[in-house]
Nanobody, 126 residues
């Protein structure tokens, strides 16, 4: 069973920071593009960020640019999502997803990723 496990979510005040982690088991993330998605109650799932297999290509949805950074540590088989200056509208369940894309130098927030984690709750509230 190939699994992705998210961690690092929690309750944070507006303006605060969180670092989400996505740890893989059963396969090496070296060969997978990774994306973070989020879904708030009553809202559609939204792509937040993605990173290519090479780690050199990243993408972010416009609403988080400048506040969010995606990175990967292949030695730890983990991808991170550093979130700063958090806003109440960032409140959602955050999911990581992986896919063995053909290109090592691309990622796509509109791609239908194959592997998904169970999610971690992020709540931004005063």
């Amino acid at each position: 069973q190939l699994q992705l496990v998210e961690s690092g979510g929690g309750l944070v005040q507006p303006g605060g920071s969180l670092r989400l982690s996505c740890a893989a088991s059963g396969f090496s993330l070296d060969y997978y593009a990774i994306a973070w998605f989020r879904q708030a109650p009553g809202k559609e799932r939204e792509g937040v960020s993605c990173i290519s297999k090479s780690g050199t290509i990243t993408d972010y949805t416009e609403s988080v640019k400048g506040r969010v950074t995606i990175s990967r540590d292949n030695a730890k088989n983990t991808v991170y999502l550093q979130m700063n200056s958090l806003k109440p509208e960032d409140t959602a369940v955050y999911y990581c997803a992986a896919d063995h894309m053909g290109s090592s130098y691309m990622c796509d927030l509109q791609y239908d990723y194959f592997y998904w984690g169970q999610g971690t709750q992020v709540t931004v509230s005063s």
